[in-house]
């Protein structure tokens, strides 16, 4: 059922969503563009960054001095810490750490809240999963069949990891499960992607190509084709930049968000640009990041020679 004006008007004010959100994730689901829709725990948050490093900070203070509370409650909690060092590995003493920082960070924060509060203001339900110790998918969904298979890819994601770790084959960096054609595939249907795009992505997993690094090169060789809205959604990468399926589908959300209200399909297509723009610059944003990071190596082995 569409909300109503009143409600729309409140939820397009609410300053502890992003803009961006509203217009890619709750609205499209909504209004029965996209069967869900999916961000990332706290990274799309309005204070994303502050509470990332809340969480990193929160996490030292555990790791090296037990929480910091003093008296008995920080004798006691000293105590916990060290049981829990001597039973675990170090990687799972260290990754409960983080998810412990992780939720009292976020789980009381009134941005975690406010999405809550609105996903039932809005009609819509939500399944939260953990992606890394430190991060969580959030999945918006209007209808139990798209909980249903929210549910059942994200069953899969689990045994796929169960596997690996069994395999001793689990990365803190590469996920097991976007090794997966299966599992790439049933996401992107579940997110109600293009097909075209959806094989695109897995072509490029298969071949260890980074996607983002692909479509920003096709943007580059053939700005002619671009349209923004192939890019309807934040980290979506089209198959290509004059994808007729994603057009279409980006032109949709735009049309049912201006039928809603007047300059909310403008306000979509400004942030469609946005996405085709970072998607332009992802290339050179990853060689940045790689030119830091072997700055870095450089300079840690210059301090061990003249160490």
Sequence with gaps: MKPNERTIAAFLEEDRILDRVKLEDYLPVALGSRPTGALMVP????????????????????????????????????????????????????????????????????????????????????????????????????????????????????????????????????????????????????????????????????????????????????PEDADGAAYFASYFYPCKPGCPDAISLGRDIRGRLGELRSGLDEMSAHYQGENMEFVRGYRDMVREKQREMMAKMEEIRSDETSG
């Design 43 to 222: 990274v799309e948050f309005p204070s994303g960054e502050d509470i990332r490093r809340g969480i990193d900070e929160s996490y030292a203070d555990k790791f090296y001095s037990g929480g910091g509370r003093r008296g008995l409650l920080g004798f006691i909690d000293k105590t916990r810490l060290n049981l829990q060092r001597l039973v675990s590995t170090p990687l799972a003493f260290r990754t409960g750490l983080v998810r412990s920082a992780f939720t009292e960070m976020v789980y009381e924060h009134p941005e975690y809240r406010a999405h809550r509060e609105w996903a039932e203001r809005l009609g819509l339900d939500t399944y939260q999963k953990e992606l890394r110790p430190s991060l969580d998918d959030l999945f918006i969904a209007a209808s139990e069949d798209a909980m249903d298979r929210i549910s059942r890819v994200m069953g899969m994601r689990d045994r796929i990891r169960e596997e690996a770790q069994k395999r001793q084959d689990m990365s803190p960096v590469f996920l097991p499960e976007e090794m997966s054609s299966i599992f790439l595939d049933a996401v992107g249907r579940m997110l109600g992607y293009p097909q075209c795009c959806v094989e695109a992505y897995i072509e490029d997993a298969n071949r260890g190509v980074d996607s983002g690094v692909r479509a920003s090169e096709q943007l580059e060789d053939s």
